[in-house]
């Protein structure tokens, strides 16, 4: 497995809009189209919203920090944040009928149907997201 990227973030809104960069990098080395592009960017500034809002809480002093990786033909993402963590079966279904006209919630749903996998470890607080990256033609 091979580091890509790596990407610290204070816990500002402002600085999700930096996941573009590194995204912006990622698909200049690797090749990918804009589609994947779009999946990539809606997904991991899911993860650095979710872990700047929920895990720190906008703590300026804490930090997210994600890392990109490249294992064969999958790219991973690490996001870690230095929040107290979550149990991510704890969310309420977004889909459910009494969450529908709820205003959040639907980050981490959205993040499974984007991402090919997500997994949760260090009690909430390290996300892992892989995709398959797509063939190039």
């Known amino acids: 497995m091979k580091l890509l990227q790596t990407l610290t973030l204070k816990s500002t809104y402002e600085e999700v ?6 995204l912006t990098a990622l ?3 690797l090749g990918f189209n804009d589609e994947f592009y779009a999946r990539l960017m809606l997904t991991v500034s899911e993860a650095a919203t979710n872990g700047i809002l929920h895990g720190n809480k906008l703590d300026e002093s804490k930090t997210v920090t994600i890392e990109a990786f490249k294992d064969g033909n999958k790219l991973i993402f690490d ?3 230095q929040g107290e963590g979550f149990d991510p079966e704890s969310i309420p279904n977004p889909l459910a009928e009494e969450n529908l006209l709820k205003p959040s919630g639907r980050g ?3 993040m499974e149907e984007y991402a090919d996998e997500v997994s949760y470890s260090e009690n909430g607080t ?3 997201l892989v995709f398959t990256l797509p063939e190039r033609l």
Do not use: A, G
């Open 108 to 110: 981490v749903f959205l």
């Open 27 to 29: 698909q200049e080395e």
């Open 17 to 22: 809009e930096r996941v573009e960069e590194m």
């Open 126 to 128: 390290r996300l892992k």
């Open 79 to 81: 996001s870690k944040d």
